[in-house]
């Protein structure tokens, strides 16, 4: 039999009822004799409640004291769910973070997974008995809880797949799996029944919410076979991940149009146009932790250029204010930002093959009368930054275009 590491996220375990419907599952798989460990996401909303409990106590409140606050969440579905799984005959135990010992590094709020200690979990599995751990968290080595970021129960699951050699990482959610594009936006999206890691990878960085970025990347590196499907369905084979590139000949060049509204841009104008200046801009930037994503610099003239790039909407003000000081330093001559952009994306490894994939999708933009601001390009995938207000519109013209509301 095989041993399934499944993970659950906040909707699947937001009230007594779904924990229960939650256990239920579980139970059929260990009744045909697989090993399952079960990993949750504390129930839906309640991070939320807890920062902002924080928030009320300190306006910005210290990061370990932080951590320490926000990890209860899944401790409390954690304790419930082994509950329930009891109250139905599955023997099983609990472990927070810390008990399974996944060990991190220090950033609080935003800790990286460094080793997992596999021994305590296998010998609960060995003896019959189902092991449910609490996603999102870990301790450093001098044992101070820590947090992997928001969304990160989804990285605990693939990385505890990986320590474990588990057969299959199931992430149940409250989709049955990945869409061409988000179906609120765009009612014709299709379910793709496999998608390869790269693809998966791209749609996640890009603003995907079906997973977080830094579980594909996990689930890539250690080859864990990964599907995602829904906690609410009991068939569906869901979504399977894949290193393998789908052999169809009638595969899309493009699989999928990802976007993402939280994105904020700024532009430090008339910096000295010498070596290092990226460097000095975006060293300052990077000191305050804060994650860049798109990068422009101007052709310089008369000695000075302007440099742009795009950060998470969330940090905007203080990236703005980091770049102030940097201005000062420079001698640059004004800082300005607009956090009201989007970004848009097509993603599909048919790229690699197809020549005219940006010609069609600019052209598609302009005949809607969509400004692009930025472009950025990789591999398998085409990034533009638009006015938010054209967010939804641009989706939709970019599903249609490239065809991924017909049937494969």
Sequence with gaps: MALIVQKYGGTSVGNPERIKNVARRVARFHAQGHQVVVVVSAMSGETNKLIALAKEVQASPDPRELDQVCATGEQVTIGLLSMALMDIGVPARSY??????????????????????????????????????????????DGNITTLGRGGSDTSGVALAAALKADECQ???????????????????????????????EMASLGSKVLQIRSVEFAGKYKVKLRVLSSFQDEGEGTLITVEEDKNMEQPIISGIAFN?????????????????????LGAIAD??????????????????????TVNRGEYAKAKGILEKVKA??????VTGDNKICKVS???????????????????????????????????????????????????????TFGLDQAV
Aim: hydrophobic fraction near 40%; aromatic fraction near 6%.
């Design 96 to 141: 927070t973070g810390g008990q399974v010992k996944v060990l991190t590094d220090n950033t609080f709020t935003k800790a990286r997974i460094l080793s997992i200690d596999d021994a305590p979990m296998r010998r609960d599995l060995d003896a019959g008995k189902v092991v449910v751990v609490a996603g999102f968290q870990g301790v450093d080595e």
């Design 171 to 201: 992430i149940y959610t409250d989709v049955d799996g990945v869409y061409t594009t988000d179906p609120r936006v765009v009612p014709e999206a299709r379910k793709l029944d496999t998608i390869t890691f790269e693809e998966m990878l």
């Design 261 to 281: 509204r939280d994105e904020a841009k700024l532009t430090i104008l008339g910096v000295p146009d010498k070596p290092g200046i990226a460097y000095h801009i």
């Design 288 to 309: 305050a932790n804060i994650d860049v994503d798109m990068i422009v610099q101007n052709v310089g003239h008369d000695g000075a250029t302007d440099f742009s790039f």
């Design 329 to 334: 330093d420079l001698g640059a001559r004004e």
């Design 346 to 400: 097509a993603v599909g490894v048919g790229m690699r093959s197809h020549p005219g994939v940006a010609s069609r999708m600019f052209k598609a933009l302009a005949d809607e009368g969509i400004n692009i601001q930025m472009i950025s390009t990789s591999e398998i995938k085409i990034s533009v930054v638009l006015d938010e207000k054209y967010l939804e519109l641009a989706v939709r013209v970019l599903h249609r």
